[in-house]
């Protein structure tokens, strides 16, 4: 082959295979933070601590929705069609989970006899409260009562509501134009008024002082809104992605002292390392899509198989890891293959027609950028997907973030034809 037309290997994958690799690591990251808790009844870490370091990996989760889900915005800023699509995202594997949990789980391990358990009104507003999504509900009658984390059925579901309020913030912004590029200082405004609030409330006393917002914490949401609200705006700003930035940011946080001033760090440090690392995933370690692609499935389906490991025995947290872990990854595999990759298809009849054009008729409508930037470019398929289905952009696989343990005593873009990569000149 001619000089001129060689390439060098690729050093990196595309970003969203590498931000779906983030998001199942992290996916099976939360199933070991689950374990000790689980079989202990007790808090991984002092709840007084100011830094949490599992709050670390709710944080790198915001921010990668806020990044990913920027894409989509940015490619389609239509209201009605962006709400939509977080709606078919969102909600099917969340009601199918909670659904297999009153209809099969909860008769096969509750305490109550099975007449009494469907006769209960709690039975029933368990699904009712899920699809509010702003009203969730934990416990169902008799169910795991005996277990060392009494009563909770599905604790991982707690920060759903509050990727939904993310989402909506972002639906405002869409309302008022951020999405030109002359309006987009008002993300920049948004995320400095949630940084004040959110450190205000980090000095008020007392650990529940905010309250909560129907089933949502305020205190958390705020953080993690903060942690959204930087992926929105390293999206739509050209922030450099330095490898050596995100691991110095890393280091330092390792070091810091404990202190409310270390917390704020933290959210910083994590929210911008996994949009670096999300770009810097190396090409060798591409796989089959599917290999990676059910992680949302992983943290919905994780809890309640781990719960009923332990109520079948299980005590030891190292134990029902290598037990749940395993069975985790191929329930939430099965659930990307029949539960999210069909629900994503509906968005074919949603899509906006595409009208050629050799310029964009708006002056303010975001430039094309290149092919391998998420939301840049033209949407390209699901990894592993043919390229004729008409699924989701992959800035728009959003996994829902990865909770603690909540306590119990005392909360398309249209349809498009993908575009061949950019050649090298010849």
């Given at each position: 082959?001619?000089?001129?037309?060689?390439?060098?290997?690729?050093?990196?994958?595309?970003?969203?295979?590498?931000?779906?690799?983030?998001?199942?690591?992290?996916?099976?990251?939360?199933?070991?933070?689950?374990?000790?808790?689980?079989?202990?009844?007790?808090?991984?870490?002092?709840?007084?601590?100011?830094?949490?370091?599992?709050?670390?990996?709710?944080?790198?989760?915001?921010?990668?929705?806020?990044?990913?889900?920027?894409?989509?915005?940015?490619?389609?800023?239509?209201?009605?069609?962006?709400?939509?699509?977080?709606?078919?995202?969102?909600?099917?594997?969340?009601?199918?989970?909670?659904?297999?949990?009153?209809?099969?789980l909860g008769p096969l391990v509750t305490v109550l006899p099975s007449a009494d358990y469907f006769a209960a009104r709690e039975t029933w507003g368990y699904v009712v409260g899920n699809t509010g999504m702003l009203t969730l509900r934990h416990q169902?009658?008799?169910?795991?009562?005996?277990?060392?984390?009494?009563?909770?059925?599905?604790?991982?579901?707690?920060?759903?509501?509050?990727?939904?309020?993310?989402?909506?913030?972002?639906?405002?912004?869409?309302?008022?134009?951020?999405?030109?590029?002359?309006?987009?200082?008002?993300?920049?405004?948004?995320?400095?008024?949630?940084?004040?609030?959110?450190?205000?409330?980090?000095?008020?006393?007392?650990?529940?002082?905010?309250?909560?917002?129907?089933?949502?914490?305020?205190?958390?949401?705020?953080?993690?809104?903060?942690?959204?609200?930087?992926?929105?705006?390293?999206?739509?700003?050209?922030?450099?992605?330095?490898?050596?930035?995100?691991?110095?940011?890393?280091?330092?946080?390792v070091t810091m002292p404990m202190s409310e001033a270390t917390a704020f760090w933290m959210t910083i440090a994590v929210s911008y390392a996994v949009i670096v690392f999300g770009y810097h995933w190396p090409a060798r370690a591409r796989v089959p899509?599917?290999?990676?692609?059910?992680?949302?499935?992983?943290?919905?389906?994780?809890?309640?198989?781990?719960?009923?490991?332990?109520?079948?025995?299980?005590?030891?947290?190292?134990?029902?890891?290598?037990?749940?872990?395993?069975?985790?990854?191929?329930?939430?595999?099965?659930?990307?293959?029949?539960?999210?990759?069909?629900?994503?298809?509906?968005?074919?009849?949603?899509?906006?027609?595409?009208?050629?054009?050799?310029?964009?008729?708006?002056?303010?409508?975001?430039?094309?950028?290149?092919?391998?930037?998420?939301?840049?470019?033209?949407?390209?398929?699901?990894?592993?997907?043919?390229?004729?289905?008409?699924?989701?952009?992959?800035?728009?696989?959003?996994?829902?973030?990865?909770?603690?343990?909540?306590?119990?005593?005392?909360?398309?873009?249209?349809?498009?034809?993908?575009?061949?990569?950019?050649?090298?000149?010849?």
């Open positions: 082959m001619p000089r001129a037309e060689r390439t060098p290997p690729e050093r990196f994958a595309q970003p969203d295979h590498g931000f779906a690799w983030l998001r199942m690591i992290g996916a099976l990251v939360v199933v070991y933070g689950h374990s000790y808790p689980l079989v202990s009844g007790n808090d991984m870490f002092p709840p007084e601590w100011p830094v949490q370091p599992d709050h670390g990996l709710l944080m790198g989760f915001f921010a990668m929705s806020g990044f990913q889900i920027t894409g989509s915005w940015v490619n389609d800023p239509h209201p009605a069609r962006f709400a939509a699509k977080r709606v078919l995202r969102l909600w099917p594997p969340m009601l199918t989970v909670s659904l297999f949990v009153v209809l099969v169902l009658p008799g169910v795991f009562v005996n277990n060392p984390w009494e009563g909770q059925v599905n604790g991982s579901l707690w920060t759903l509501p509050m990727e939904l309020i993310a989402y909506a913030g972002l639906w405002l912004l869409l309302l008022v134009g951020a999405a030109r590029h002359r309006n987009r200082w008002l993300t920049v405004l948004v995320l400095m008024v949630l940084v004040v609030v959110d450190r205000r409330m980090a000095h008020a006393p007392g650990p529940d002082s905010a309250g909560s917002l129907l089933s949502v914490p305020v205190e958390p949401l705020l953080s993690f809104l903060v942690a959204f609200a930087i992926g929105v705006v390293l999206r739509l700003y050209p922030v450099p992605r330095s490898p050596l930035a995100a691991a110095a940011g890393l280091l330092a946080l899509g599917v290999w990676v692609n059910g992680s949302y499935g992983v943290y919905v389906w994780a809890f309640p198989i781990q719960q009923t490991l332990v109520l079948l025995g299980i005590g030891n947290q190292w134990v029902l890891l290598a037990l749940a872990a395993p069975i985790a990854y191929v329930v939430g595999t099965v659930s990307w293959k029949f539960v999210e990759e069909p629900t994503m298809r509906l968005r074919h009849y949603i899509a906006p027609r595409r009208v050629p054009s050799a310029a964009p008729a708006d002056t303010d409508a975001p430039p094309v950028g290149p092919a391998n930037v998420p939301g840049d470019g033209p949407p390209t398929e699901p990894i592993g997907t043919l390229p004729t289905v008409p699924v989701e952009a992959p800035e728009e696989r959003t996994t829902p973030v990865l909770p603690r343990v909540p306590s119990s005593r005392g909360s398309r873009a249209g349809r498009r034809i993908p575009e061949p990569p950019a050649r090298p000149p010849e």
